[in-house]
Each structure stands twice: as C-alpha cells, then as structure tokens.
C-alpha cells in the first residue's frame, strides 16, 4: 500500500508541476529581448527625439523646392513631380512612432497626479505634430488616430477644421495644467530641462501659429486665439525655443538627406540674400567643387560668386550648395520651432490689428535672434552685433500694412532655411509671401496643374490599400484629387 | 530540463528499490482470495506462478500479514491445510498443484520457424496461465521448463499464435503461419504500439529499410511515392536542404505546413526555414536547410506516417500538419554479440538541362555583335542568343577576338563544369544483449562530394542506445545520438549577381564556351563577373556546421498486470554555427563580406503516461491518461562586416564598416494533459476517445482577455466487418470500417501577445525607450485549428493476396493567424489577427497485390494514389487582395492557398491569342506582332467588355493556376527470385503548375526552343491583332509577321512578357528508383563469422518518362515554404548510382 501511494504521490506531483508551470508561461511569452514596462518619460522623450530625427526627405525634396530653397535633379518636387515614396514619408515617420509612443503614454500620465505636467507637455507636441501633419495633408485620422490598443485599425479621418478646434482646446488645457503645476518637473524633457514654464510658452507659442493660420478662414478667431496666446506668455528669445541636440547615435534627420550631392542653393533665394545684403548667405551656402558624397570641398564664401539655380536654362549653372559642415552634421542642433517666427508672427499681428504693440521691434526681435540663433550650430558661425545693425539699416519695416506683411513673411522665409521648410510653406500659403514665381517647368500629373506651386500633400498610396473606404471619403473635400493640382486646398487656404 | 532530470532519479530511486528485491515480499491481505495473493506476490517479485484453474478452491479466503518474509514461506502459510502444494522450477516458476498430484518438470527445447523455415528470432514463448516465458535465440531456438503437461504459447508479431501441450521432455519443431491480417503491430501517437484492428483512422507504417537501402542524406525524402497522401518535394537544393513534406494538403496559411517530427517518443526540431527571398534579406538565396538530414537512416526501424487529425489528435497543438513518428533501433534480444556492418556508395551525376536551342547563337535582335557594340558591358560578355543561324562562321567573340559560331550544348557544358558527385556511408552497428536487456551502439559517417565543385556534404552520427529489464517490473530504454552535420558551400540557389550555378546555362549566349568565365587576372581576380558560376565556387564561401545532440529516457513502471506507468523525457539540442563570405572581385559585393550566425535551438519534452489494460468478458478497455511539458528556445545571432581590408582575409578586424548585431530568441512552452480510452468489443469493435488540453505560452498575456489554452478531442471507431459477420475468410480474409473525427492545431507565433518596449540612445541627457512590436498585439486570438473527419476501409482479399486500403477525408482549419498590414496611423505597422479558413478534401488509395508467391519466386505490386484539393474558404475584409506569399505564389479566397496569380496572355473568346501591333524601328508604323498581355473579360457574346469610354478593361492580376499537384500516386514492383531482389519505383505528381523565373530569363537571352518561333521573320500569326491601344482598341486580322525578340526581351525591357509565358504544368512522372539485391545463401556462409550478407545496386531519379516544364525540375522551387511554386532556375536535377553492402556478423 506503501509503494502505492508513492506511486499515486509521483502522478500527483506531475499534476502540481503541470498546473504551477502554467503561472509562469505569462512572463515567458514576453520577449527576451525586449523590456516589459518602461517610464513614460522615456517614451516621451523618444518622441521628441523622433519628431526631427526621421528622414526629412519630404522637407527637402518637397518644401525646399516649392519653397525654392534649392534644387536638386534627383528631387520630384523641383519639377512638382509626385513620388508616393516621399510624399507619404511625413505620415509614416509621424504616425509610426511618434504619434503612437505619444498614444500610448497618454492614458498612462491621465491620472497620475505627479505626471501632471508631463501630461500637459505631452498633449502639447502632440498638438504640434499633429498641426504640421494636418496642414501636410489637410483631413487626417486624428480622434481615432494610434488607437490599435483599441482595435481601431482603418481610423476615420477627421476635417481639419474639427482637428483645429480640438488642437486649440488641448492647447488650453495644457496650460491651465501647467499652470496649476508649474513646480512638477516634465519627464524625458529634451528642451527645457523639465522646466514647466518652457512647455506653457511653447503652448502659447502653438497657439499664435494656429491662431495666424486662420486669417483667411475665420479672421475673427484668430485675432481672439492670437490675443489670449500672447496674453498666455509666447516665446520672448531663442533661449525659449525648443531645440533637439542632436548626436551620432542619433542624427537630425537632415543627415540623411544632405549629404548627397544634390543640394544646390536656388537663385531665388541667393538673389534675395544678395540684394538684402544678407550675413546668412556664406553661413547657408558655399562654393563647392562638387557634392560632398564625392568628397566636395569649399572653394569660396565669397557671396559675390554665389550663383543659385535657376529654372531657365539659359542662366549660368549653379556653384553654391547648402553648407555641409554646418547643416550635414549628424549633431547638427533641431530648431523645432525657432524663436524668430514668432516675433514676424507678433509683428505680422500688430499690423493687422490683433494685438497691440510694436510691429517693427518684433520684426527687427525676429530677425536679429535668427541671425544669433546660427551660432548654435556646429562650427558656431557667428554673425557680430555690428552686421545685425547693418542688416536692419538697410532693410527697414516700411510702407504699406501689406508691403510690411510681405517684408515680415519673406524674412520669415529667409528665417526658416533649413530646419523649418514645411512651416514656411504653409505660411507660404497662408500669406502668399514671399512672391515666389513657380517652376515653368514642370511634370504634369493625371491631374496636376501645370506651373503652379503644389498646397496640399496627396494622401499616401497605402492608405488607399489599408484605409481605403475612410480615405476616399476624405479625398471627396478635396474633389477626389490626390495629386498636386492647385484645386486641393487645405480648409484654412481657402 | 531540471525538472525532468528530477523526475528520472526519482523513478529511477524506486524502481531499483523494486529490481533487487525479488524473493522477499511484504503483504497484508484479509479474506482475500488465491488470486489476488498470487497476483500480490507477482508484483512484488520475479516469481510466476502456474495453476489449473479448476483444481484451486476458489472460494477459500486468505488471511496473511506478512512483513519482508521470503517468498517460500508466505507460499508454505497460504497453501497450509489448502489441500495444494507447489513445487519451484527454473526462473521462480513456481506451479501449483493438488496435494498427492505428481508434478514433473519437463525440459522443453524448440526451434520456432516462419513457413520458409526461416528461424524466428524473439518470438515469444509464453507457459499458458502464467507471465513467465523466454524469447528464441538467433537460431530461432529456445529452453524452458515447465510443468509436464504444461501448454506453451508461441506467438510472434504478424504470425498466428500456437498453443502447444507438452507431454514429457520434448523438442518441438514449430512452424508459425502468418496472421490473416490487421494484426500487425503499429507504432501510433505517443508511440503507443497497437494492432492494426484497433485503429479507427488511417495510419501508413514503413520499414527502416525504406529509408536506408535507396538513401538519401536526408532520410525523408526517399518516402516520395511510397505513402498515399504525403508528398515529399526534394528541390535540389544541395545535401541537407530542406524536404518540403506535406500531409494532405496545407493545414495552414501562415505557419508551417510541415509534418511534427517524433523521434523515439520524442518531438524534434524541425524547422523549415522560409528560403529567404533576396530583395528583402541581402545575402539570402540558399536553402538553409531543416536538420532532419542529421538522423542516420541506418538507426531507423520503422516510420509511422500519421496523416489525418484523428491519428494525431494526441499531439494537439504542433500536429496540425500531422506527424512522422520515427522508432530506432534497439539493440537484439538474443544473447551475444551482433555486429552489422553497411557500406553505400553512391555515385552522382548532373542531368544536363533540356529544352534549350542551338540554332541561333550570341548577338542582339537578329544580328552579331560587332566593336560598335558596347562589349565590355557585362552583360555583353556573355552575352544573349538573339543572334544569327549558326553556320560555323566567324564572328566577334566575347573577348573581342574573331571566333567560330558554334553552339555549346548544355551536355557540352555540363561535363565541364560539373563533376562527378561521389557519396560514401559507412555505418557499424554493435549490438549485445544480456539477461535483462541489450545495448546497440552504432557509428556512421555520410562524406559526399556532390557533382558541384567544392560544394560538399558530411555526417557524423554516433547512437547509443540501452534497454534494460529490472526484475520484470522496471523497463529502462535511454538513447543518446549525437551527429555533426557539415553542409560545405551551400549552392546558391537565385540568380543574384554573386553568380548562381544555374543562372550562366539561361542567361548567357549558347556559343559563347564556359572556360571563357574560368578565366583571372594575375591578381586571381575573375575577368568576367557576370552569371559566372566559377565566381561563387571561389569567391563565395557559404558554410554550416551543425552540432546535435538528440537524446531520450523512457521509463516504464510495472504497477500491476493492468496498470503501467510510463515517463518520457528528451532533449533535442541543435547548434548550428554558419559561415557566409563574399570575397573581393564578384559583382554584387565588391568590397567583400563576412558574415557569421549562430542559431541555437532547443527543445525539451517531459510526459508522463499512466496505462490501464483490462478485459471483462468481451469487452477489453485500453486507457491512459498524463501530462506533457513542452519547452522550445530558438536564438540567432548574426554579426557582419563589409569591404575587406585584405582581400584574401576572413577575419572581422579585416573588415571596415561592421554590421549591426541581429539576435531573436523567440521561444515558447506548451503544458498539456491528455487522456485516450478505448473500448473493444468482441476484438472486433472498437470505440477509442481522446482529448488533449494545450496550454501555450504563446497565447498568454499580461493584458485581459486571452485565453491560453485550447482542448482538441477526437474519436474514432474500427470494426472488424468479417469477423462480426463471419464471412467466408477464402475470399474476403479481412475487412475493416473506419470512421474518425479529430481536431490538431498549431503553436502560435511566440511573443506576439504583450507589448515590448527597447531602450534608445541618449540624447541630450535624456535616455529614450519606445515600443518595438512592428505589429500590434491583440486580446482575443485563437490558435489555428484542423478539424478532420475520415472515412475508410482496409480490405485483405484472397488470404492476403490482394490488400486494399481506401481513405476518404474532409478537413477544415480555422482562425488563421496572419499579420496583417494595418495603416500607419494606427500606430503600427500591423497586427495579429485570426483572419481566415480553408477546407482540404480528397482521397487516398492503397492497393498491395502478390501477384506472385512461390518457394522460389514472388512478385508484389503496390501502388498508392492520392488526391487532394485545397481551398482557401475565407479571409477577413482587409484581405481582400489575399496573401501574398512569395512574388506571384499568393492565397486567395476561392483558390487553393499557393496559387500563382500574373499578367495573362490575352486570348479572345475562342481561346486564341490577340497580338499586340508594334514598331521595332521607332517609326510609328507597326511592323511586327506579339503575343498581347492583360486578360480581357468577355461578355456572353464574346466581345470584351468595356469601361464607358470605350477602353478595354484589362486583368493583370488572374489565376494562372495552383502550385499543388491534384493528385500523386506511386507503384512499386518488387521481384524475387531465390537470393535475388530486384524491385523499381516510378511516381508521379500530376496537375499543379509552377512559375518558372528561370523560363522567363532563358527566354529573355533568346535560349528557349520557344524562342526559336518566328526568329526567321516568316511566321505570320493567323489571329486578331490591336493596331490601336488598351485605352482606344481597334482589333484587325493580322499581316503583320511575328517577333520573339519583342515577345521575350523587347531590348532588354521585358515590355511584352506576360507572367503566363512563365507559368508550367509541374506533372511529371519520374522513374524513381530501382535495386536489385542478392542475398549470399545461408549456406555458403556456414563456415565463416558472417551470419548474413546482402549486396545491392541501387540507381535513383533515373529520368522523367513525362515532364511538362521545359529545362528545369518540377520540384524545384525557391521557396519550400507556402511560397513553393515559383522558381529561379533550380540546380539541375542530379541522377545517382549506387552500391550497398549490408553485412551482420
């Protein structure tokens, strides 16, 4: 009888070890080489990082050329070709990952008293990226957007002007967190140390562009929204404007797509900095012997030498490229939203009656911080206090409101060179400065128009595999048009 | 592993507790009857007891408390005043008898016998009313004593059971008749052994000589032809490539098709490792092989083929694609030593490419190169056949020198480039048995050098296997077989510009000589880069080495006559270490390339069974019940360099850009419990039940809402028709129904259920994390079922003269685990999801005739057919398009999973072709004709129908067939005349198409027989043509003569090439094996140490007596996977010669 229970005893032990192995397979399905839980803060700090460290091809390849910047031979957007590979590349790098970390840590932080204001900043560039995707694109997924969690798997998309509304109303109440909390420092910050106080002026900030944004739409809002952001408290100088240093672990985006040989400086723009007398120019470009992925060395800084390239064949060929050694660094410093644009944003408003104030110590605010701004870069390039003061002699805010609205927006788009391409191609937009005359030449899609300077990014051709029904239903707002024809127009370029 | 190591010294503690301690016994019985004192004593000891059971007074009551007392007195206390008495023999055979009887012990001795006089070695000799028994010798002869007037049992497996009464000393001659059928003994799930009339479903045994006469380095494959229902696709893909084996049809979509191997009780690792397709994986381009081919065909015994989901049902998850159970050797079980020696030796030789032209040579659309012609453009070197007539005149050569114009055949080339492939095997195997078990060990060693140049192929394999008895009770069989298997210069297989060996016979010109590639500079670097097959003989090395040790322990227990238990653990540890390197001077990689991967695989299993036999009246119960810990570890990690600072160095400081380090570890466990019951009825009615509940690592979650387990019943039923019913066994010997319904399923892919975070470099201060999954992890999934229902018969006609086995089964599988693209504002890049079904329905047929039997001759005939059709039933919303596999290879609902989809040739409403106008000279006049592309959709009336504006609507994306064959059949003959064998093979796979990539590019040099139509200008297709476009169509009888050169290469652009012209008819029919054999008669070896000796000559893959597919083999293929179908242009297939000597001493 003995040995029998022993033998019962053995099966019963293979049961107990059966049925206790089970607790363990949980954790044993978690991958081995990943990490199981992490502190939002890291996410949020990766979504940052992500935010200027993708590729930025649809800037340079689409925004640089619309916004004649420069030109390249390999770049679609030059001749307003449309190539789906880059088009689509914002969406994509936007999306997935950083909307998704953003998603994700959001719930998370909701209630969690001692993450408040790391919630508000989180909601915060949650409204940026979504603004700059928004005007790309016009009606994106957005209330349903990075909600797989949820099985949401073909979001809706929402119209830009609901996605409007709500990025406004994020925005305030981002601030009133912020204000509320504004000892508790902001996790995985990248910009202001955790100091809530950066985070509330960048919302005000946020909310002078979106409220500029809507001057042709609905003046009335934007004059409020432009009111209560500078009544919030904007940026005041380039130590508020959030800058991504950047490493060689992880590149600003621009690395990639720089160092080829193909970044010629336009005529528009280097005739423009020629006559202006600008001190930007030999920091922005140089004379090469040929591209830097050829091994291309600086032959001249000499401004009087620059020739940009021009879309009549019959000038002289292009020499100046962008300058490698500053803006091709893979530590090259991100200026995610400089400071500069919004004191042009300030003075543009003070002319239209939005705000009360000076219009020109705003526009001379502007471009004096931008000129010292470019001392951030690698190399330091310095522009001194007395070519500042020369700058503005000669270039004085004067005449008409309009010719002073055109005056703020194309030094606004000298400002932006580089980093902010797809912001002065929506102020470009919003504005119609600087007055750029577009490429005669230029591809003519199905339904593209000829000679016109695209305003609206075509919806990525997977959205029309994976999110078909959603996406055709928002491409009818835009005349089922998903190419560059002039006809498409985001609902605040009305 | 711990656990298991636990569970094997706690059995084995008890059991030696049990094996020594044979003659005392502790025992406390009251009222208890003689019986159940007897049986009490037998489970304690080694002692058997033997009584007439009408001469014990059943009804006398024992009472007996006894504490360690020898066996004798507790006998003296049970039998005192009882009226009987006892009396001991040899081997504790104690009889029982009436006092005052007279019990003599007679000594039998005995030679058992097959109806060829064949002694019988291990029959078993049984004394009748009692357990004890012995087993014949090597002679067949065996010693025993038992009671005088004692009755012998002698029963041997698939022989008819004698009783034999012995009257006084004897010595017996005994003859066994084989049995009239379905007594055959077959090795089922769990390797649980059973008569074949126990069995509800259908169930394929095959002996180990199937595998190791005819062999191949990868035992599996010689199965082809041979069982109905299991295709076996060997591409020639180089030694130790992976089989492509499928089990009545596909199982699954996403997972693997391939069957769940079972070696000695013990699941191994079988990975089929999709070959990686190249535009994705940068270096891929070979088969990586599926490491079954490290098991020596040599230790195989027997093969079990478990096809349908009832016969595997016991295997739940895992067993969807079904189960091969492989059972090795053990050692004899006859005294003394036994050595077995077998020596192969297999010559192998390349069969050259067919289907290729000879009459148009080297030159562009119609004419030869001449200096104007860009020639040191690679692809000029060797340039395309879209020359002129081959007339022996002399023309510009690839090297720029004036040449003869004369073709090259592909024999030509062959026996330049390929040698002859030579493959010796040597295996010894030792085998000793003693009294209470026996040990073989066995040595091998496999080195091939096959037909490709410094490509190789060797196999160590060193098995030691021990069983052992300890006191009856405690049965001990442990298995170590450890092997290295080392695949040297894995052929590469897909036509990248590192060279392939195939791709130079497509894609070059017929006259321009091979040797013309085989040449270098002084520095050792080829001239020529392009399509050069000597450029990956010595500038790409591609090596594995692969380590494994398989080992298992089964321990069974004797609780009681009835009640066995039964513990089975293994390991199956494989680490395979690889080797890639591109040197220098080869066109794709110029800068060199090292890359080096370590793939560690493990997987260990622990199950416990606990038996219960019984048999009350005509009812017998076989049941058991137990617990199954599975436990899988898979983890790569591959480190690579590029640009070689020294181009001859293999060396990661030689290197200088470093790769990124890839690792994966993905890894699962499965805890199951099962049961199985079966009831008989009559021996001629059985009702068997089982169930297995899986619990998966896979499908559990720290997230609500996952279910992580998933119960498979099954249920199936034999009846015994001719026995239940008594009919007249002269014609119909034996019948049998069978009815089963099973459900298996698969493991689901590991960590996909919980979301995984990874650390991202600092910046700025600041450290950053963010989610890795790619695909989303969603709460609800369901592992992948098959459910299968099976009807069958097995009829033996005539006293087996003529067997017939007839299955019929219906499959269905569900919840198909996809990853499914989702749109990347969902935040990810896909997801899981349980997305769609597909059904399998078909029949498979086996029919066995002796149409001969004589003393001295025979001839058997077997032929197997098997047909199957596959449909993809369902697929959720999103995948309306289907999944795509590899390139055309895609499922779609509707359509058999693995179809090929493409651009038609366009064809009207007759069936015949509608060419396409157009202009070779630029001009805008049209002045040639092709074959158009882009099938047209035909209203009732036959005209295509049209969008609104008159534009013809045009399908890029049709059907063009199913990679699967409809139906595969195989018919051995096998011939003996006295000590001679000889037996052949043919067997076929018919219907079923492939995508021949390699057709296209041999079209596209102008090297097709096709492309020989209309080359002199003077074909002019009779048909319609559209002298206008797709957009504006204008359909005019044609005048117009036809181009080929347009047809396949259109200077290069391929502009008119429809997907179509690449797709084949895969029907073949191979003769695929033959052997003769000769036994040396027993006689002539009387005198010598060798018991026995048989010589062989073997040939395998002959030729095709049918085959559709121009140039290449049908079972080529890139993809052994669910892409299986399309093709790059396969190594050519490779015909073998051999020699096997098989000696026992």
């Known amino acids: ?494 | 592993m711990k656990l298991a190591i636990a569970l094997i010294l706690f059995l084995s503690l008890q059991a030696a507790t049990n094996a020594y301690s044979q003659t005392t016994v502790t025992i406390n019985l009251k009222s208890a009857d003689f019986k159940k004192a007897l049986a009490a004593i037998e489970r304690q000891t080694s002692y058997h007891f033997v009584y007439s059971e009408r001469k014990i007074p059943f009804n006398k009551k024992i009472d007996i408390n006894v504490d360690n007392e020898p066996v004798t007195r507790v006998l003296d206390q049970i039998f005192a005043n009882s009226g009987f008495t006892y009396t001991e023999l040899q081997n504790h055979l104690v009889v029982i008898f009436p006092v005052g009887d007279q019990v003599k012990a007679v000594k039998v001795k005995g030679k058992v016998v097959d109806e060829g006089e064949k002694p019988l070695i291990g029959a078993t000799i049984k004394v009748k009313g009692s357990s004890a028994g012995t087993t014949t010798d090597a002679n067949g002869g065996f010693f025993i004593d038992i009671p005088d007037a004692g009755t012998l049992t002698i029963s041997y497996i698939g022989y008819e059971t004698k009783e034999i009464t012995v009257n006084g000393d004897a010595q017996l001659a005994i003859m066994l008749s084989p049995s009239p059928g379905l007594t055959e003994v077959i090795v089922t799930a769990l390797g649980i052994k059973k008569e074949e009339r126990r069995l509800g479903y259908s169930i394929t045994q095959l002996g180990g000589d199937e595998v190791s006469l005819a062999r191949e380095p990868t035992f599996v494959n010689t199965l082809e032809g041979k069982v109905a229902g299991l295709v076996v696709q060997s591409p020639p893909n180089g030694p130790g490539g992976s089989s492509r084996v499928i089990l009545r049809g596909y199982s699954s979509f996403g997972g693997s098709n391939q069957p769940l191997y079972v070696i000695d009780g013990v699941p191994i690792n079988s990975v089929t490792r999709e070959n990686p397709d190249d535009g994705a994986k940068p270096y891929g381009g070979f088969d990586p092989g599926d490491g079954l081919s490290s098991i020596n065909p040599d230790d195989i015994e027997s093969v079990s083929v478990l096809k349908g989901a009832s016969a595997a049902a016991l295997y739940g998850g895992g067993a969807q694609a079904g189960v091969i159970l492989i059972s090795t050797k053990k050692g004899l079980k006859k005294p003394g030593w036994d050595v077995f020696f077998n020596s192969n030796t297999v010559l192998e030789k390349m069969v050259p490419y067919d289907g290729l032209q000879y009459q148009y040579g080297r030159g562009d659309n119609g004419r030869v190169y001449t200096a104007a012609d860009n020639i040191t453009n690679d692809i000029f070197q060797t340039g395309e056949s879209w020359g002129v007539k081959i007339q022996g005149q002399q023309v510009l050569g690839a090297d720029g020198k004036m040449e003869s114009y004369v073709a090259q055949t592909a024999t030509e080339r062959f026996d330049k480039f390929f040698r002859t492939g030579f493959t010796t095997t040597n295996s010894i195997a030792l085998s000793k048995s003693g009294e209470n078990g026996s040990t073989r060990v066995s040595l091998s060693d496999t080195k091939d050098n096959t037909p490709i140049p410094g490509s190789g192929y060797e196999r160590y394999n060193a098995v030691i296997r021990s069983t052992q008895d300890y006191g009856g009770k405690l049965h001990t069989d442990f298995k170590l077989d450890a092997s290295r298997t080392l695949r040297l210069n894995i052929p590469l297989l897909r036509g990248d510009d590192r060279g392939s060996f195939s791709k130079y016979f497509i894609r070059s010109a017929n006259t321009t000589d091979i040797s013309f590639l085989d040449q270098k500079d002084a520095g050792g670097n080829y001239l020529y880069t392009y399509t050069n097959p000597y450029v990956d003989i010595e500038k790409v090395k591609n090596d594995q080495t692969q380590n494994r040790i398989l080992a298992s322990g089964n321990v069974t227990y004797d609780i009681s006559d009835h009640l066995h238990a039964n513990l089975v653990t293994g390991i199956d540890w494989l680490s395979t270490a690889g080797l890639f390197a591109v040197y220098p001077n080869n066109k794709a990689d110029n800068g060199g390339v090292l890359q080096t991967s370590t793939i560690n695989q493990q997987r260990t299993d622990v199950r416990g069974v606990l038996t219960y036999d019984n048999s009350f009246h005509d009812f017998t119960l076989n049941t058991f019940g137990g617990g199954e810990l599975a436990n899988s570890t898979y983890s790569t990690l591959t480190l690579s360099g590029i640009n070689f600072v020294d181009p001859t160095l293999l060396n990661f400081n030689n290197v200088t850009v470093g790769q990124p380090i890839q690792t994966s570890v993905p890894r699962y466990k499965v805890n199951s419990v099962f049961a199985e019951a079966q009831l008989g009825y009559k021996n001629c009615l059985f009702l068997e039940l089982t169930g297995r509940n899986d619990w998966y690592s896979s499908l559990a979650s720290s997230r609500p809402n996952f279910t992580d387990y998933l119960f498979y019943p099954s249920a199936n039923l034999s009846f015994i028709f001719t026995d239940a019913l008594q009919i007249n066994p002269a014609i119909l010997s034996s019948g049998k129904l069978r009815v089963a319904i099973g459900e298996t399923g698969s493991v689901p892919p590991p960590q996909q259920t919980d979301l995984s975070f990874s650390f991202t470099p600092v910046v700025n201060g600041q450290p950053g994390a963010t989610i890795s999954n790619v695909n989303y992890p969603p709460s609800g999934l369901k592992p992948e079922t098959t459910t299968e229902t099976e009807i069958g018969t097995q009829l033996d006609f005539f006293g087996e003269r003529l067997h017939l086995d007839f299955a019929y089964y219906y499959k269905k599988s569900n919840n198909f685990l996809l990853p499914i693209s989702l749109p990347a504002e969902t935040g990810f890049s896909g997801t899981y999801q349980n997305a769609g079904s597909m059904t399998n329905k078909g029949v498979e047929l086996l029919i066995n005739v002796k149409a001969i039997k004589s003393k001295t001759f025979s001839w058997d005939l077997t032929l197997n057919y098997a047909r199957n059709k596959n449909e993809v039933t369902s697929l959720i919303p999103s995948l309306t398009n289907g999944v795509s596999y590899y390139y055309n290879i895609k499922a779609q609902v509707g359509y058999p999973l693995g179809s090929i989809f493409g651009v038609p040739e366009r064809r009207g409403a007759d069936g015949q072709f509608l060419y396409k106008a157009i202009s070779t000279d630029g001009s805008a006049v049209p002045n040639a004709v092709v074959i158009d592309k882009g099938g047209l959709s035909l209203d009732k009336n036959g005209s295509p129908i049209t969008d609104g504006n008159g534009a013809l609507l045009v399908n890029n994306n049709a059907y063009l067939g199913s990679a699967n064959p409809d139906w595969s059949g195989g018919i051995t003959n096998t011939f003996r005349y006295k000590s001679f064998s000889f037996s052949f093979l043919i067997d076929g796979q018919f219907g079923g198409y492939v995508y021949e990539d390699g057709y296209r590019w041999a079209s596209f040099f102008g090297n097709t027989i096709a492309s020989l139509k209309g080359r002199d200008g003077s074909y002019i297709p009779n048909g319609l043509v559209n002298i206008g476009t797709d957009a504006a169509p204008n359909y005019v009888k044609n005048t117009l003569p036809y181009s080929p050169y347009q047809q396949y290469n259109a200077g290069g652009t391929l502009a008119y090439y429809a997907d179509e012209m690449s797709v084949f008819s895969r029907t073949f029919i191979k003769f695929r094996q033959v052997s003769l054999g000769y036994t040396i008669p027993k006689n002539l070896l009387i005198k010598s140490p060798v018991k026995s000796l048989t010589i062989s000559l073997i040939a395998r893959n002959l030729f095709f007596i049918k085959k559709n597919l121009p140039i290449f083999d049908p079972e080529s293929s890139d993809s052994i996977g669910n892409g299986f179908g399309y093709d790059t242009g396969g190594l050519p297939t490779s015909r073998t010669y051999g020699f096997n000597l098989n000696a026992n001493f």
């Not at chain 1, 619309?66 to 031979?73: R, T």
């Not at chain 1, 940026?128 to 349903?144: A, H, M």
């Not at chain 1, 006559?275 to 009087?304: C, F, H, Q, W």
């Open chain 1, 1 to 494: 009888m003995k040995r029998r229970l022993k033998h019962i005893a053995s099966i019963l032990f293979i049961t107990l070890v059966l049925v206790s192995c089970k607790k363990d397979l949980t954790s044993y399905n978690q991958n081995p080489d990943g990490v199981s839980s992490v502190k939002p803060g890291l996410l949020f700090s990766n979504a940052l990082v992500n935010s200027s460290a993708q590729d930025m091809e649809p800037r340079t390849n689409y925004c640089h050329a619309f916004m004649q910047y420069g030109y390249s031979a390999f770049w679609s957007g030059t001749t307003y070709s449309l190539s789906d590979a880059i088009s689509s590349r914002y969406w994509n790098n936007w999306y997935n990952p950083v909307v998704r970390n953003l998603e994700f840590i959001l719930p998370e932080l909701k209630n969690d008293p001692s993450s408040a204001s790391t919630y508000a900043a989180v909601r915060i560039w949650r409204v940026f990226v979504f603004q700059k995707l928004t005007d790309f694109y016009g009606d994106i997924p957005y209330s349903q957007a990075g909600q797989a969690s949820s099985m949401v798997y073909m979001p809706l998309y929402d119209t830009q002007q609901s996605i409007y509304a709500d990025l406004i109303n994020e925005l305030r109440a981002s601030i009133v967190i912020l204000n509320n909390n504004g000892t508790q420092a902001v996790q995985g910050d990248q910009f202001y140390s955790g100091s809530a106080a950066g985070w509330k002026k960048l919302a005000a900030s946020l909310l002078l562009r979106i409220g500029m944004r809507l001057i042709k739409i609905d003046p009335a809002q934007a004059a409020a929204l432009v009111q209560e952001a500078v009544n919030e408290g904007v940026m005041t100088g380039n130590a508020d404007m959030p800058v991504l240093k950047h490493n060689a672990a992880v590149p600003n985006g621009f690395y990639y797509n720089l160092g080829d040989q193909h970044f010629f400086l336009h005529k528009t723009l280097v005739t423009h900095m020629k006559v202006t007398g600008d001190p930007r120019l030999n920091i922005y470009g140089a004379v090469y012997d040929k591209g830097a992925n050829e091994g291309g060395v600086v032959l001249s800084t000499d401004t009087s030498g620059y020739t940009g390239y021009s879309f009549n064949s019959a000038d002289p060929l292009p020499n100046t490229r962008v300058t490698y050694s500053v803006y091709h660094p893979q530590a090259t410093a991100f200026f995610e939203f400089p400071y500069a644009e919004v004191a042009f944003l300030q003075a543009e408003a003070v002319l239209r009656g939005f705000i009360t104030g000076d219009a020109n110590a705003f526009y001379e605010a502007g471009i004096t911080a931008n000129m010292q701004s470019l001392a951030l870069l690698p190399g330091n390039p310095t522009i001194s206090a007395a070519q500042i003061a020369a700058y503005l002699a000669k270039n004085k805010l004067a005449g008409t409101i309009d010719q002073q609205i055109n005056l703020i927006n194309t030094e606004f788009w000298v400002a932006g060179f580089v980093f902010d391409a797809d912001e002065v191609w929506a102020n470009w937009r919003r504005t119609g400065y600087p007055a750029l005359v577009p490429n005669p030449a230029t591809i003519t899609g199905p339904t593209s128009s000829p000679g016109v300077i695209p305003r609206k990014m075509p919806y990525p051709q997977s959205e029309f595999t994976y999110n078909p029904v959603n996406v055709n239903n928002a491409l009818k707002a835009y005349g089922g048009l998903n190419d560059f024809n002039a006809a498409a127009r985001v609902w605040w370029d009305k």
